[in-house]
């Protein structure tokens, strides 16, 4: 892909590059529960974390992977599926979808990234896109909401975001962005939920989000977003895909926190608007 200057994909990169596992390309995700609204979040301010990966070590033309994922810990909770599909070798997407829930109530921040890597394309240009799609519930307050933004190598798509309480449910999708590919392409959707002060114990955000090169012949997608995923049944079998090969998965199903105490003591409180702002600029990813 051509270069992209946004030095808000570039953290993401960089820190995904150090947090996710480097042992065997795979499908990984992290979540990291944060003290500010900094995304990625860094050093002092992680607050917990937990990161699983499925070990399919490459994937190959029209081969997909779904994973599940569960991330809990005294402050929040995140559950939901990841799915990386590639098609002909030549049409790549990466789709996730998730709830985010904040237990304790106000401010919470919820970085989430997934990345699957060594999809096997067809060399050429490419035009990759993002997307963002949320529901909020539960009291989630004024500005609550989350963004997100797609990876592609070291490429980084449009930041997308969205507020629960000015658009609930809200839709955002980027500007293709226009490049090239090799033989292997990393995919990277990488998203923060933001609960604001005035977030009731229990609101939830919901998202699917992700990038993907999509393939213009295919027409069963139920969603209209324009991606693979796993409710995309006659996509699957139309298209003749199979799933991808795994090694054996050696820890849990469940991204499990390390820290339980003290997590409200660090909340600061701060605006969606703001890390809409300046907080994208010098922050970094987890």
């Not at 070590?57 to 991330?71: Q, R, S």
């Not at 989630?140 to 797609?150: E, F, L, P, R």
């Not at 490429?155 to 975001?161: D, H």
């Amino acid at each position: 892909m051509k270069k992209f200057v946004s030095p808000f994909a570039g953290l993401i990169l960089g820190t995904l590059m150090l947090a996710l596992p480097q042992t065997s390309n795979a499908t990984s995700v992290i979540a990291v529960v944060c003290a500010v609204q900094q995304y990625p979040c860094i050093g002092g301010n992680i607050l917990d974390s937990g990161i699983r990966t499925n070990f399919v070590n490459a994937l190959p033309a029209n081969t997909f992977t779904i994973m599940p994922f569960a991330f809990a810990d005294a402050a929040a909770t995140f559950t939901g599926s990841v799915m990386a599909t590639d098609v002909a070798g030549r049409w790549t997407y990466l789709w996730a979808t998730g709830t985010a829930t904040d237990l304790l109530g106000g401010a919470l921040n919820l970085d989430v990234a997934f990345q699957q890597t060594n999809y096997l394309t067809v060399p050429g240009p490419a035009a990759y896109n993002d997307m963002i799609i949320g529901g909020c519930a539960g009291g989630t307050g004024a500005n609550s909401g989350a963004i997100g933004q797609g990876v592609v190598n070291a490429t980084g798509l449009s930041v997308l975001p969205g507020n629960c309480s000015v658009f609930n449910p809200f839709v955002t999708i980027g500007t293709p962005v226009a490049g090239n590919v090799g033989l292997f392409t990393t995919l990277t959707a990488a998203a923060q939920f933001v609960f604001t002060a005035g977030s009731a114990a229990g609101s939830s955000i919901t998202l699917p989000w992700g990038d993907d090169f999509p393939d213009p012949n295919i027409t069963g997608d139920p969603n209209s977003d324009g991606f693979i995923d796993p409710s995309d049944s006659a996509d699957i079998t139309n298209l003749g895909l199979t799933a991808a090969a795994a090694a054996p998965e050696p820890g849990t199903m469940a991204l499990c926190g390390l820290a339980f105490l003290g997590l409200s003591c660090l909340r600061r409180r701060y605006s969606i608007a703001s890390k809409t702002s300046g907080s994208q600029v010098g922050s970094t990813v987890a």
